[in-house]
């Protein structure tokens, strides 16, 4: 029994001893994460429900999204009385089969959310470190930038730039791609400044590694933690912002299937064809849901381990 | 504090600068905006007209300058929809958003913030919860939706409130609000709603573990006192920040409620002028919430400032 | 000199995520009244755990005391501490003992004034008035040694400098005169001239006040200079307990020994180098079945991988936990 497991002296910056025993015991250890947290679970099940709507929308979807058929128009759910089985959750003005279109708009949602966080999150991260590795002014002008726009009322400007730029998937994508990046660059500023301020920064650098390496082998793993949360989050709120976008007729053609746009024509007929609205609703938030219990769980699994230090 | 409140008002200056240049350059980035302004139809003689006679031609320094100085002067353009001033327009639109922002914030302050303490003091307890749970309901419904069902629920079936509308209460020169604000204002507050909770219930949760909360037990004092001296008053501070950046968040967010419930205010107002592609007005209105919010922030954060002791009398 | 507090046979376990932290394994000692016990150890040999658990200031979801007995002598009957209701352990906490944390800046309520968080002790455990309260509080704080009194009581923790919050820290410790005063290295983060005011401010106020005084720290320095007897631990057990000069002139256990010969002396004119202990402390996540020093200690032999040394009187109040007597130079022949 000669067991000489000493405390991990560790600088707490780096991952955990255990962890790096290999990748089997970390997949094992995430999993009992998982299992722990029954909301992170269903989370991530939803989240994943999703992803499986959009990819293989052609095979699971009924009809076809844009096939419009007047005799049919406005059937209730298949579970009421007018309702009939072939539309399972009715049909639109138009006589456009809802399911299939609810499937197919989550590829819009989707996309819009992946894109957008991906530019957000890569352009913001580049000025995040250059901001807080570079200091001095360079870092004053940015951050001064960034809390500017971030002290903007959000949800005008947006609306501003989608009706100057026109409706298009395109437009949408980098309206949201684009005015995300403060927060992108606040997290990595931040994390980098903690860094620096701990002395690991200059610790590293007194032992000969050259600025790029540090970079690469310390800084960057240390920020996948917090980018991955905030990116689910952000993520989360862009398919929200869309679905508003669309709402107001400024997201993406109308011809397009989005769940924002299936709300605008919904609105029209809310008193008498409620469930036109009621399902495309339920889709956005049957989509946040998924991904904000997935979000708290990875911030829970994410942070804690990455940055512990063990006194 | 004084250097405190200096910085503030300088940072607060210089974002207003940086609006300005902002909102006038994102109307000149879509290389022409008066061919934005007018109708599909109109022939290249009478955009040149307009163009002219709104000024566009001028060099773009010379443009900015004038509208710079017009935003100080309380000139913001005219609306070209309305043939008014823009200002005149967003004054009077400006109660019944001030009336809905406001009554959203409260509602959302009523249920958010003992949800949020009870939660935080409890637990895995019921109340703890049920914190979660309005707190995921707050970030996880869009208010617009929210709105929809809230109308097919309480206005077109139990018909309980208004679907559209506002209607006030006349009291000595005073419009109070009336149950025609309920609604909208639930729809708009369920997100505030969640921070609140969210906010308050990890506030509690957080300070429960801080070395003085320790001190206090150890000096032997009665629990309630340490859960409203210690606890409470340490977590009321930053509350009151979040308080004042969610209501900035209310008064500029209104777009989609107004426009569902035919609320006459600000956002209603932008809607408008987005469909008739008034983008003058649109322009002002930017501007406009934004001068709004931060001076809110400006507020928020001097308030914040006479509540902590370590800022008050920081040295 | 009469015993106020007797901690026997102490084990408390922290239930984590990850596992069990097995804190202190049958901790025990004696305190008299009026004495200074010092409680010397590494970061983490639970030092501040034992005293902690005394008074129930735990987080009681992971923490869990599961054994022991802590009397405490009171004027009345002598009372088992850690069989105290929630009630019960209040009126003791501040009352009968009171406690002076590490870093005071973290240890004070940043939004409540000094001077009302001196006053809301008083006012909990005696029958003072708000007025008499304040009125005491500021004799209080002009007798740690803060001048303007008066005008500090309204003062928050943020405007004094480190070393006067430490005064304040103790005033609140002690203003409702308490039978013992647990002090958890109060000293540590202030500099040299300053450690040794509040030094001699806390020997003035024990002549005073009659108060015994346990003092928790890792700085040998310092207990040479205010302890009457010592407390050494290691990895949650109590490692050896002797008066100070004892301790320093004839220490029992090889821990100890590796401690005091760490230490860097003034008078010694040879260059050499300073004597570390080899290794590191052992991982608190097992249970421990056997001596915890085993592995780093160079007098281990098989019985010390086998069963855990109980703590053994080898002189006049010294005691020492193990198997080995270094007096002799060969393993205990006793038990």
């Keep these: 029994?000669?067991?000489?497991?000493?405390?991990?002296?560790?600088?707490?910056?780096?991952?955990?001893?255990?962890?790096?025993?290999?990748?089997?015991?970390?997949?094992?250890?995430?999993?009992?994460?998982?299992?722990?947290?029954?909301?992170?679970?269903?989370?991530?099940?939803?989240?994943?429900?999703?992803?499986?709507?959009?990819?293989?929308?052609?095979?699971?979807?009924?009809?076809?999204?844009?096939?419009?058929?007047?005799?049919?128009?406005?059937?209730?759910?298949?579970?009421?009385?007018?309702?009939?089985?072939?539309?399972?959750?009715?049909?639109?003005?138009?006589?456009?089969?809802?399911?299939?279109?609810?499937?197919?708009?989550?590829?819009?949602?989707?996309?819009?959310?992946?894109?957008?966080?991906?530019?957000?999150?890569?352009?913001?991260?580049?000025?995040?470190?250059?901001?807080?590795?570079?200091?001095?002014?360079?870092?004053?002008?940015?951050?001064?930038?960034?809390?500017?726009?971030?002290?903007?009322?959000?949800?005008?400007f947006v609306v501003f730039i989608a009706a100057i730029l026109g409706r298009s998937l395109l437009n949408v994508i980098l309206i949201f791609g684009f005015t995300d990046i403060p927060i992108f660059v606040r997290i990595t500023r931040g994390e980098v400044l903690r860094m620096r301020e701990s002395g690991f920064v200059e610790s590293a650098h007194s032992i000969g590694a050259g600025k790029i390496r540090i970079l690469f082998d310390h800084i960057l793993p240390n920020l996948i933690g917090p980018l991955i949360t905030i990116a689910t989050f952000e993520m989360s709120a862009m398919i929200f912002y869309e679905a508003g976008l669309g709402f107001l007729g400024l997201s993406v053609p109308p011809s397009v299937p989005s769940w924002g746009n299936m709300l605008a024509t919904g609105r029209k007929y809310l008193t008498i064809y409620p469930w036109i609205a009621t399902f495309p609703g339920l889709a956005i938030v049957f989509t946040g849901l998924g991904m904000n219990l997935s979000g708290d769980w990875l911030r829970d699994v994410l942070d804690p381990r990455m940055r512990r230090v063990k006194r | 504090m004084q250097r405190y409140i200096m910085s503030r008002l300088i940072q607060s200056v210089m974002i207003l600068m940086g609006v300005l240049l902002i909102v006038f350059f994102m109307l000149q980035l879509t290389g022409d905006p008066v061919s934005l302004m007018v109708s599909r139809n109109a022939s290249p003689e009478q955009i040149e007209a307009l163009r002219e006679e709104l000024g566009f031609n001028r060099p773009m320094i010379v443009q900015f300058v004038d509208f710079a100085a017009g935003a100080l002067t309380g000139d913001f353009g005219m609306s070209l929809r309305h043939q008014q001033p823009a200002l005149k327009l967003i004054l009077g639109r400006l109660p019944a958003t001030v009336e809905l922002a406001s009554s959203a914030l409260f509602i959302a302050m009523l249920i958010g913030i003992p949800l949020g303490l009870l939660g935080g003091s409890n637990p895995r307890s019921i109340w703890d919860t049920l914190a979660r749970g309005a707190g995921l309901i707050g970030q996880t419904i869009p208010n617009f939706w929210l709105?929809?069902?809230?109308?097919?629920?309480?206005?077109?079936?139990?018909?309980?409130?208004?679907?559209?509308?506002?209607?006030?209460?006349?009291?000595?020169?005073?419009?109070?609000?009336?149950?025609?604000?309920?609604?909208?204002?639930?729809?708009?507050?369920?997100?505030?709603?969640?921070?609140?909770?969210?906010?308050?219930?990890?506030?509690?949760?957080?300070?429960?573990?801080?070395?003085?909360?320790?001190?206090?037990?150890?000096?032997?004092?009665?629990?309630?006192?340490?859960?409203?001296?210690?606890?409470?008053?340490?977590?009321?501070?930053?509350?009151?920040?979040?308080?004042?950046?969610?209501?900035?968040?209310?008064?500029?967010?209104?777009?989609?409620?107004?426009?569902?419930?035919?609320w006459p205010g600000l956002g209603n107002l932008l809607a408008e002028a987005i469909g008739n592609r008034d983008f003058a007005l649109v322009q002002a209105i930017a501007f406009f919430t934004s001068l709004v919010v931060v001076a809110l922030n400006l507020l928020t954060d001097i308030a914040y400032g006479l509540a902590d002791p370590r800022i008050r009398y920081g040295d | 000199m009469s015993k106020v507090l007797e901690v026997r046979d102490l084990v408390t376990k922290f239930y984590t995520f990850d596992g069990v932290v097995h804190a202190l394994n049958h901790v025990g000692f004696d305190l008299d009244q009026g004495e200074t016990l010092a409680i010397v150890g590494e970061s983490g040999s639970g030092k501040i755990v034992t005293m902690l658990s005394l008074l129930h200031l735990l987080p009681v979801p992971p923490a869990r005391i599961e054994a022991g007995q802590a009397i405490y002598y009171d004027d009345a009957e002598p009372i088992d501490l850690l069989e105290q209701s929630k009630s019960e352990i209040s009126r003791i906490r501040g009352g009968k003992i009171g406690f002076i944390f590490q870093d005071a800046l973290s240890a004070l309520n940043p939004v409540m004034t000094v001077g009302r968080q001196i006053s809301e002790s008083l006012i909990e455990h005696t029958a003072m008035g708000a007025d008499e309260a304040k009125a005491r509080t500021i004799e209080l704080l002009e007798h740690v040694g803060?001048?303007?009194?008066?005008?500090?009581?309204?003062?928050?923790?943020?405007?004094?400098?480190?070393?006067?919050?430490?005064?304040?820290?103790?005033?609140?410790?002690?203003?409702?005169?308490?039978?013992?005063?647990?002090?958890?290295?109060?000293?540590?983060?202030?500099?040299?001239?300053?450690?040794?005011?509040?030094?001699?401010?806390?020997?003035?106020?024990?002549?005073?006040?009659?108060?015994?005084?346990?003092?928790i720290t890792h700085d040998l320095g310092v207990v040479a200079g205010i302890a009457d007897r010592v407390l050494v631990m290691y990895a949650g057990c109590p490692v050896e307990i002797a008066a100070v000069d004892d301790l320093y002139e004839h220490p029992r256990h090889p821990y100890t020994m590796g401690l005091l010969g760490a230490l860097p002396r003034v008078d010694r004119t040879e260059t050499e180098r300073l004597v570390s202990i080899e290794g590191a402390p052992p991982d608190l996540m097992e249970a421990p079945c056997h001596c915890q020093f085993v592995w780093r200690c160079p007098y281990a032999f098989d019985r010390c991988w086998q069963e855990i040394p109980p703590q053994t009187e080898v002189d006049q109040r010294h005691f020492a936990t193990c198997f080995y007597d270094i007096e002799q130079g060969r393993p205990r022949q006793d038990g």
């Design chain 1, 1 to 156: 029994m000669m067991n000489q497991t000493a405390n991990a002296q560790s600088t707490g910056l780096l991952v955990d001893e255990e962890l790096d025993r290999g990748l089997w015991p970390k997949v094992v250890y995430v999993g009992r994460l998982l299992i722990r947290d029954k909301a992170g679970m269903l989370g991530l099940a939803m989240f994943l429900i999703v992803v499986v709507a959009a990819v293989f929308a052609k095979p699971i979807a009924p009809h076809d999204p844009l096939k419009q058929n007047l005799r049919v128009a406005k059937t209730p759910p298949a579970w009421t009385e007018k309702g009939n089985s072939d539309h399972l959750l009715g049909t639109d003005n138009f006589g456009r089969d809802l399911f299939s279109r609810i499937i197919y708009g989550s590829r819009v949602s989707l996309t819009v959310g992946f894109f957008g966080v991906l530019i957000a999150g890569s352009l913001g991260l580049i000025v995040g470190l250059v901001s807080g590795y570079l200091g001095g002014r360079v870092d004053n002008v940015i951050m001064g930038t960034v809390n500017m726009i971030l002290a903007l009322p959000y949800l005008v």
């Design chain 2, 147 to 262: 709105a929809l069902i809230l109308i097919v629920v309480f206005a077109v079936n139990l018909g309980w409130f208004p679907s559209f509308g506002r209607e006030t209460w006349s009291v000595f020169g005073l419009e109070l609000p009336t149950r025609s604000v309920v609604l909208p204002a639930f729809a708009l507050g369920v997100f505030t709603m969640g921070q609140l909770v969210r906010f308050t219930r990890s506030a509690v949760l957080e300070i429960k573990n801080e070395d003085f909360v320790r001190t206090a037990y150890s000096k032997g004092i009665a629990d309630r006192r340490i859960y409203v001296k210690h606890i409470l008053r340490n977590a009321a501070i930053p509350l009151i920040s979040i308080i004042g950046v969610q209501f900035g968040y209310l008064l500029s967010g209104s777009i989609y409620i107004e426009t569902i419930f035919s």
């Design chain 3, 146 to 215: 803060i001048p303007g009194a008066r005008q500090r009581y309204r003062n928050y923790p943020h405007q004094f400098s480190g070393g006067m919050r430490q005064r304040v820290m103790i005033a609140v410790a002690i203003a409702c005169n308490p039978k013992i005063v647990i002090a958890d290295e109060p000293t540590t983060a202030l500099d040299v001239t300053v450690q040794a005011q509040i030094v001699d401010l806390t020997k003035q106020l024990q002549d005073e006040m009659n108060m015994a005084v346990i003092w």
